[in-house]
Structure formats: C-alpha cells, structure tokens
C-alpha cells in the first residue's frame, strides 16, 4: 500500500484546511485509517482514527474541532480541520492499517498555523 497525502499549509489561527491521504497498490485489504501528527521536538501522536464501517474517535485535543472521513471507492481518508490553534502545527501523517494487521505510513504534511 501506498499512501500521498495533500493539503498541508499555512493558515492563520481560527482558520480551516483538510488534509486528503490517497491509497493506491493493495487498497482493497484497507482496514481503519488514522491521521498522526509529529510537533517539533515532540513525539508522533494519534490524532483520530476511523474504522472500515466509518466509526471515529478523536484525540481529546481536537475533538469537536476536526473530522475524519474516508471514501472507500476513491481509498482515500480526508481530516478536516476547523479552528485551528497555534499547537496544531505539526507534521500530519497518515497511517492505514491492512486486515492482516501491517500497517503503512504516508510520507507527511506540514501544517502550520501561525499569523
């Protein structure tokens, strides 16, 4: 599985973007979708997940604030982002998980929110 993410920036805080991550080779063994996120100088951390029949969960942070979507036929997982902070600059990674548990990570978007 390979994986491109798109739509990383620059944004003013209160301002909004979504982030797409594409699949393409074995996207047919695709179970959950996941967006990751890596400040500087901080450790990757889970930002939502959603699963093959479309249940999500958030990391308390951006509950209430961002989105995640997926479109099976298109394989693609889209984390909409509304109310941007400051604390929300990071690198984004997607990740997907295969049914036989593999998993694969995209090559990372920056985001930058900053006025």
């Known amino acids: 599985v390979q994986l491109v993410e798109s739509g990383g920036g620059l944004v003013q805080p209160g301002g909004s973007l979504r982030l797409s991550c594409a699949a393409s080779?074995?996207?047919?063994?695709?179970?959950?979708m996941a967006w990751y996120r890596q400040a500087p100088e901080k450790q990757r951390e889970w930002v939502a997940v959603?699963?093959?029949?479309?249940?999500?969960n958030y990391a308390d942070s951006v509950k209430g604030r961002f989105t995640i979507s997926r479109d099976n036929a298109k394989n693609t997982v889209y984390l909409q982002m509304n109310s941007l902070k400051p604390e929300d600059t990071a690198v984004y990674y997607c990740?997907?998980?295969?049914?036989?548990?593999?998993?694969?990570w995209g090559q990372g978007t920056q985001l930058t929110v900053s006025s």
């Open positions: 080779g074995s996207s047919s063994s695709i179970n959950t």
């Open positions: 959603i699963t093959s029949g479309g249940r999500t």
């Open positions: 990740k997907v998980t295969a049914l036989d548990s593999r998993y694969y």
